[in-house]
């Protein structure tokens, strides 16, 4: 036999396991590599451009006090989400007792939950973990939180509750 016969008819393995050897080399290892690293390159830009326009960014603060509502508006034991005007961090204010108010981040310090207020217990509570805040403090209390809740700064007036422009977090 000549060697350009053996070329032409298929060996027995060739019989038994058809390969179409131009679909079989599309991707190589060295080709998937290449992509593995274009795409881990590409996380790594997009997680770098996040973090630096967190960084970057000037802060944004209120200009004047805020009213967040009317005294009458959240009952003794309610709450009230709300966001302020010149961020986007959600808050919630607590209506503790007669003339006691509070204010935070309604974001858990755990994984950013959102929190809220239960009168039942007079705890302010995180439902995916577990974790629970005083309502007077912002201390934690109970679960995975590794710091209380963030404190807003509100004056209460005869006309409503207040955010307090001068001490109000970016």
Not at 39 to 52: E, I, N, P
Request: proline share 8%.
């Amino acid at each position: 036999m000549s060697a350009s016969t053996d070329k032409e008819s298929p060996q027995e393995w060739e019989e038994e396991f058809p390969i179409d050897h131009a679909n079989a080399e599309l991707v190589n290892r060295r080709e998937f590599a290449r992509l593995l690293v274009f795409l881990s390159g590409g996380m790594t830009a997009g997680t770098a451009w996040v973090a630096s326009k967190d960084l970057l960014a000037s802060p944004r603060k209120l200009t004047s006090d805020y009213r967040i509502c009317g005294l009458a508006e959240v009952p003794v034991g309610g709450m009230l989400a709300f966001v302020l005007p010149a961020g986007d961090v959600p808050y919630i204010v607590i209506h503790l007792a007669e003339g006691e108010w509070r204010a935070y981040e309604q974001k858990c310090t755990h994984l950013s939950c959102a929190v809220y207020f239960s009168a039942a217990s007079g705890k302010i509570e995180c439902p995916c973990h577990s974790g629970f805040f005083d309502a007077r403090t912002g201390e934690v209390l109970q679960g995975p939180p590794p710091r209380p809740l963030p404190r807003l700064a509100i004056a209460v007036r005869p006309d409503g509750v207040y955010a307090l422009a001068q001490t109000t977090p970016a």
